[in-house]
């Protein structure tokens, strides 16, 4: 038993982190901010820290199966824990009467993750409260470690699955100024990965550009092109094959790179980080254009030509769909905006990608879209109603879902409302149902899923209403509106 684990025992008595903050009661401060005492040295400083991961943990019990969940889930889509290193140094600090105070963050991140909205919605929890507070308390205490880092990925991949979306842009953007100051900038050249141990640069990497994915993912929902995370050279080294990484497998000495071909195999990881690159680009392509229309239409061209080329591979068969379900969403949603950019430059390109992209717009009729570059956005919102018909079934994979589906199919939603309004409604009826139904699904993992519900629900009422009226004026009758 650690030297803490009885007073930790009286602490969890008092609250539940899973219970939301709005449902904490006592005196507030002393349990919403804990840290309310100084640190007279490292070892007291690392004591505080454990004593707030045992509080939410509970057991050593509890712990392994919190990391356990972890690795067998989120793990999946979000590889960036080199499980066997972890594991040896969550089974030397149970071993002793010390656990580093990263390493206790980073089990309560580990939970935080894992855990689903309450049927309120509610997703600020004492939980997440707690993990923010422990992050705080690191960078006071000037922590700077990959456990840190990876802290800090797993409450940002939290909040921006369930739609803080500021909360995680900073989270990221602090991310990467830790990372900056550790150097983690040069674990992708050539010269870094053949120096020291290879599992460890390998881990330093995925971590790197798990930051650099979410970064590009925030400035396409935050219609934002200045990017946190600099650009990537095209040599840069990907993310080594996922399926030897989660075993602990292979020799990580010959890793993809970034301006590999489209046709070359990769790991589900790495086919995502060249992907948001790709997205990165598009995302400044829209939200910064050069003065040079000519030049604008060239590089749409080019872009949605790149993007195009990589459909077919990501959503080759079902298996391959389930691995590269991320990638496939957000090479979808770039091609729809792609094509709207290369046949539109009369209209609002960037209006159009936030119009798509974002469910806080003051309402569906702010930003005016053709019928026929709806049309040409169409092919790509039923392609992913196909693959959605496939997937996204089964409850025991609800944390296999990555955070950055339920945009995707809320764009091809987007889409196919609007062309509903026309004759041919009938057509749209059940790929709509579809998707609603599959954003529900998603709804019970990710808030922001139902976010985008409540949008496409306002959305429908809208047209049901407009149609109405332009019925009542066309038969010169009253109309009767619901």
């Known amino acids: 038993m650690r030297p803490y684990e009885a007073e930790m025992l009286n602490l969890c008595e008092e609250s539940n982190p899973a219970e939301p903050l709005a449902e904490v009661r006592g005196d507030g401060v002393s349990q919403l901010l804990p840290f309310t005492y100084t640190f007279s040295d490292a070892t007291e400083f690392e004591y505080k820290v454990g004593l707030e991961a045992d509080r939410t943990l509970g057991t050593y019990a509890g712990t392994r199966e919190v990391v356990e969940r972890f690795f067998t889930g989120t793990n999946l889509r979000l590889p960036i824990i080199a499980r066997h290193l972890f594991e040896s140094d969550l089974a030397e600090a149970a071993q002793s009467s010390r656990i580093d105070a990263d390493l206790s963050a980073l089990c309560i991140a580990m939970k935080l993750i894992q855990q689903r909205p309450s049927p309120e919605g509610d997703v600020r929890t004492s939980l ?129 790179q970034l301006d590999s071909p489209y046709h070359v195999e990769f790991g589900q990881f790495a086919r995502e980080c060249q992907i948001s690159h790709l997205a990165g680009r598009t995302t400044r392509h829209v939200f910064d254009p050069t003065e040079d229309h000519q030049y604008q239409q060239i590089e749409a061209t080019q872009l949605e030509s790149t993007m195009r ?3 077919p591979l990501l959503s080759h068969n079902e298996l391959s769909f389930g691995i590269y379900c991320a990638s496939l969403s957000i090479c979808s949603r770039q091609v729809a905006s792609l094509v709207y950019c290369r046949y539109s430059y009369s209209d609002s390109a960037s209006a159009l990608l936030v119009f798509l992209c974002r469910s806080d717009n003051p309402s569906p009729g702010s930003v005016t879209i053709s019928v026929t570059n709806l049309r040409l956005m169409e092919p790509v919102a039923m392609q992913l109603v196909f ?29 196919l ?58 038969s010169d009758t009253p109309a009767i509106l619901p």
């Not at 705080?136 to 797993?154: F, H, K, M, N, P």
């Not at 959605?388 to 955070?403: G, K, M, T, Y």
């Not at 899923?449 to 109405?468: F, K, N, Q, V």
């Open 128 to 256: 997440y409260i707690c993990a923010k507070q422990v992050i705080g308390l690191l960078e006071a205490g000037d922590i700077r470690s990959l456990r840190v880092l990876q802290t800090r990925l797993l409450i940002a991949t939290y909040e921006l699955g369930h739609g803080l979306s500021t909360a995680a842009a900073v989270s990221v953007a602090a991310c990467a100024k830790v990372a900056r100051a550790m150097g983690m900038r040069k674990v992708n050249s050539n010269t870094q990965s053949s120096m020291g141990n290879a599992v460890l640069t390998e881990e330093r990497r995925r971590v790197w550009w798990a930051m650099f994915n979410l970064d590009r993912y925030l400035g396409l929902i935050q219609a934002d092109s200045l990017h946190t995370m600099a650009d990537p050279r095209a040599g840069d080294q990907l993310p080594y094959d996922d399926t030897l990484w989660v075993i602990g497998a292979g020799n990580f000495k010959s890793p993809p």
């Open 387 to 415: 693959y959605a018909r496939r997937c996204f079934n089964d409850p025991a994979e609800l944390d296999h879902i990555s955070a950055y589906i339920p945009l995707s199919l809320y764009m091809a939603a987007v889409v």
């Open 309 to 311: 080329a990589f459909l």
């Open 417 to 474: 409302k609007h062309l509903s309004t026309g004759d041919d409604q009938d057509t749209y009826t059940e790929p709509l149902t579809l998707l609603t139904q599959k954003l529900q699904f998603m709804a019970t993992r990710w808030a922001s899923a139902g976010t985008y519900i409540m949008t496409l629900t306002s959305m429908l009422t809208l047209i049901t209403l407009l149609e109405l009226y332009l019925e009542a004026l066309r």
